[in-house]
């Protein structure tokens, strides 16, 4: 993907969910129910080894009492295997048992022999590095005369395969689904209120209740309930309807269900409702059955958003991780990612990001949360197609799910789980409510109750950290003589000025002797390819700034080169602000499945490289029109961020890019106009990208918390799937643009949120050693149940643009419009604003360089008076262009720098 308050309540840190995770290992060494073997390939015989042909940067084939060893001999390795007649029509499972050198992604493609493989038809599977595993995974049917190709991981090395084996996958039948009704509640029906959010429960039956806020209906139970179990080989679903009691209990409500099933088990199931703070319901549930039974479908507590209301229309809707949904956009549809995996009523648990689901109708939103635990797992529909409700649904149910155990959006497992007379069932949800037309209310309560995880240990400090991005600068696979690739492999070479800059910045700010000298060598070679008009626009990383050029020197050259990109780039809007999806010549059309060829992110990203080239530029013309386009932004309220990446992603797929060009955007605009509408717009967005973020610890690994999973969708609609496998460098752009808005938003998460997503993309980074041509850079994915990181390895600039906030050292570039004489100051380092009046500003800069550094200052109409330090500046300190209006001025070190003028109008 890479490219150029506080409750007692215990689900605030999933510490349960923590130790049982650690149970489930995903693909690795999985167990599953007992199935018929098909056929299995075992490669430590001779007979099965040669029906494999090295087919495609294979350096060789050697069949050996452990299997066959694969010779990996470039980037795109793969062999194909041979042709076998398959059961039609028949689900499998497809294991494999392997040693790779490098740790990867494995991929299994699966065809009728005579065609090719296509990437729709295949499986992909993490590989860890130096161990042998045995990985098992779902495949679909395939079929008579089908072949299959198997691409290892890496790049080099070996990658030995004991066997590959494939077995029957059976899939229970489902029952024929009650559908809810809206409850008529009775006279005698029971009430809890918790501020503004009421539950009325009838006397008689359990699920028949509903929920109002303020009035409104919002959504119903389920009161038509079914248990479904497996007894003697056999599957039984039957009504949960027996005898009930709906009484008072303390200050809440307990609803009890006793029911006998077909064989013999007597069932006990209750509810306690409470309001532990308002607008909030807390849902305690308990099973408990006195003779063992394998649960297949067990529905611990259902809400139908809509039932007996609004029915299917919402504003928007959320499942973080998984979905984020317009007016009335349907769930696990194929705008955004095509096939089976588009289910996602279901999904593994791993791809939630946090534990909400929100509907917003009406002016209000209801959402549902939950205690995470490995034997619980998500419903989500809207619309309700699981049981046709007329409404929507969102619940937890019991057995849980984690990507192998189910097919992802079914309703049931392959097979159940048991729940014993020693062990009843329990579980916690809350239903919470509030005021708003979108999902964001919805997610900042959440943040309020269960706050954000504890930050990550990194296990490096600042000199660690120095020492990890210069490995990757100076000594991986991103070098080319005088050259850095953007990333390894599969990036050629380019001059760049980014690097270097950041390079002299990590020496001037703490790296030891030898390694400051070592940056500062490397640095002068990469910059000696640089044109020196071209400082600011030759970068790799992604997330840059106008810092070069205030480093090295040729600050009016690169204003000009500024201006010229940002009059360019104006021409590239509609008469209405937005930029056009344009489809490749000869590639697929990305708009197709969005209702536009506009999106938020993809307008917005041209809208900050204009505002930052409208900045460098220091043009007061083009930073007027550059707001004016930022302004047109403004049609985007309250919408779903989406269409940042659509270099290989669809326009309509949620992005957290998208939120994080639209922050950024906002924040400049607010700091060059002091326009408190922008700073709001800021805010909200902000919270628009949290979705993208894991707030709990998915594996119990080490990497996991604030892990960033880039969009809700896949490349091109099919592969790669981005949910549940994160891509930091987008959250790190993220990231880059909250440390812009937590100075100005000091009570809000943002600085712990980019904190954690900083500290996340610094345990993701290969570590110095591990790999020689990768080592300090960032993986472009990370698969988070493997811990396994994924190619291609990226250079660490866009990491370390965010270092300097998180161990809070002086910053790379800093600009600040002075508002009253109408000038704007950029420099390599702090700003520190002492006065200010309409005819003169004074400031102390604290520049980052060793040497001499420069600062930019425009929007002048005379020639100013220059002070440095309470001195006048010596002349060969100072460039005024006065065509341009811009000031050059040479600091050394912290200055005090006092600029006066003769009052200025704010045109020019």
């Not at 080894?49 to 940067?57: L, M, R, S, V, Y």
């Not at 979108?438 to 600042?462: C, E």
């Not at 909250?738 to 993701?764: C, E, M, N, V």
């Amino acid at each position: 993907m890479s490219n150029m308050y506080c409750l007692p309540l215990s689900l605030g840190r999933f510490d349960l969910y923590l130790i049982l995770a650690l149970l489930v290992c995903g693909m690795v060494c999985v167990n599953g129910a007992a199935a018929q073997e098909v056929v299995r390939f075992d490669l430590r015989q001779s007979q099965y080894a040669q029906q494999w042909q090295p087919t495609h940067d294979i350096a060789g084939l050697s069949q050996t009492a452990e299997g066959l060893q694969i010779r990996i001999g470039g980037e795109d390795p793969y062999l194909f295997g041979p042709v076998f007649d398959y059961p039609q029509n028949q689900p499998l499972w497809f294991s494999i048992r392997l040693y790779s050198d490098q740790g990867g992604v494995g991929q299994l493609f699966y065809f009728p022999a005579g065609t090719s493989p296509t990437e729709p038809a295949s499986v992909r599977f993490p590989v860890p590095a130096k161990r042998w595993v045995t990985l098992r995974m779902p495949v679909p049917p395939f079929g008579l005369n089908y072949q299959i190709r198997f691409d290892p991981p890496g790049d080099h090395g070996t990658c030995t395969v004991a066997w590959m084996a494939f077995e029957k996958r059976d899939i229970l039948r489902p029952p024929k689904w009650p559908h809810p009704t809206a409850p008529v509640l009775s006279p005698k029906a029971l009430l809890l209120r918790s501020g503004s959010l009421e539950l009325l429960h009838n006397p008689d039956k359990m699920g028949d209740f509903v929920v109002r806020f303020k009035g409104t209906t919002m959504a119903a139970g389920d009161n038509k309930a079914l248990i479904g179990y497996i007894e003697n080989g056999k599957t039984r679903f039957i009504p949960l309807q027996g005898k009930t009691s709906v009484q008072k209990e303390g200050d809440g409500l307990k609803v009890q269900t006793t029911l006998q099933d077909p064989d013999g088990a007597i069932w006990t199931l209750s509810q306690r409702f409470s309001a532990p703070a308002p607008n909030l319901i807390q849902v305690d549930v308990e099973v408990r059955v006195n003779l063992p039974r394998n649960v297949v479908f067990l529905p611990v507590f259902l809400l139908f958003p809509g039932l007996g209301s609004f029915g299917e229309h919402k504003t928007q809707a959320l499942f973080p991780g998984l979905e984020y949904l317009g007016p009335d956009e349907p769930s696990s549809s194929q705008a955004d990612i095509r096939g089976p995996q588009a289910n996602r009523q279901v999904p593994d648990t791993e791809k939630i990001t946090f534990p909400l689901m929100v509907v917003a109708a009406q002016n209000h939103w209801i959402a549902l949360s939950w205690q995470m635990a490995p034997n619980v797992c998500a419903l989500f529909d809207t619309p309700d197609r699981q049981f046709h409700s007329g409404a929507q649904v969102m619940g937890v149910l019991f057995p849980g799910s984690n990507g192998l155990n189910r097919e992802e959006g079914s309703l049931l497992p392959y097979d159940g789980n048991v729940i014993s007379p020693e062990k009843p069932f329990h579980s916690t949800a809350y239903i919470l409510c509030g005021d708003g037309q979108t999902v964001v209310p919805a997610i900042q309560r959440y943040v309020s109750l269960w706050g954000l995880p504890h930050l990550p240990d990194a296990h490096l400090d600042w000199q660690g950290c120095l020492h990890l991005a210069a490995s990757g600068w100076l000594h991986s696979g991103i070098v080319e003589g005088d050259r850095l690739r953007h990333a390894y492999p599969n990036f050629g070479p380019q001059p760049v000025a980014d690097a270097p800059t950041m390079m002299l910045y990590a020496a001037a700010q703490g790296a030891d002797t030898a390694l400051a000298q070592e940056l500062e060598e490397g640095a002068q070679r990469y910059l000696s390819a640089v044109p020196p008009q071209d400082f600011n626009s030759a970068g790799i990383g992604h997330v840059r700034f106008p810092v070069p050029s205030l480093v090295f020197g040729h600050v009016i050259e690169n204003a000009d080169t500024a201006a010229a990109t940002a009059r360019s780039t104006l021409s590239q809007f509609t008469p209405e602000g937005t930029i056009l999806y344009n489809p490749p010549p000869h590639g697929e059309d990305l708009a197709s499945t969005n209702p536009t060829r506009t999106a938020n992110g993809l307008t917005a990203s041209v809208v900050v490289n204009l505002l930052y080239n409208a900045i460098a530029s220091g043009d007061p013309t083009l930073i007027a029109l550059a707001l004016q386009h930022l302004r047109a932004l403004e049609r985007f309220d309250n919408t779903v961020p989406r269409g940042a990446q659509s270099w290989e992603v669809p326009l309509h797929t949620p992005d957290i890019l998208a939120s994080a060009h639209l922050v950024r955007a906002f924040v400049l605009g607010y700091m060059l106009s002091g326009d408190k509408a922008f700073l709001e717009r800021a805010k909200a967005w902000a919270w628009t990208g949290l979705p993208f973020v894991y707030l709990y610890n998915p594996t119990g690994h080490a990497v996991g918390p604030y892990a960033t999973p880039p969009v809700f969708g896949a490349t091109h609609w099919v592969a790669p799937n981005w949910m549940g496998l994160p891509v930091q460098w987008c959250g790190l752009v993220y990231a880059s643009a909250l440390y812009q808005l937590a100075p100005f938003d000091p009570k809000g998460p943002w600085r712990q949120i980019a904190d954690g997503i900083t500290i996340s993309g610094i345990q993701q980074t290969w570590p110095i050693g591990s790999d020689p041509l990768r080592q300090g850079l960032l993986p472009d994915s990370f698969n988070l149940k493997g811990q396994i990181r994924n190619d291609p390895a990226i250079n660490p600039c866009t990491l370390f643009a965010e270092l300097p906030f998180l161990f809070r050292k002086t910053p790379l570039y800093s600009f600040h419009a002075f508002l009253k004489p109408h000038l704007l100051l950029q420099a390599p380092g702090e700003i520190k604003v002492l006065r200010e009046t309409s005819s003169s500003v004074t400031c102390e800069v604290n520049g980052w360089p060793i040497k001499r550094y420069y600062v930019l200052m425009s929007g002048f109409q005379t020639k100013p008076e220059v002070l440095v330090n309470g001195k006048p500046a010596p002349t060969d300190a100072l460039t005024f262009d006065q065509p341009t209006g811009r000031l050059v001025v040479a600091l050394e070190e912290k200055s005090t720098l006092t600029i006066k003028v003769r009052s200025q109008s704010a045109e020019r």
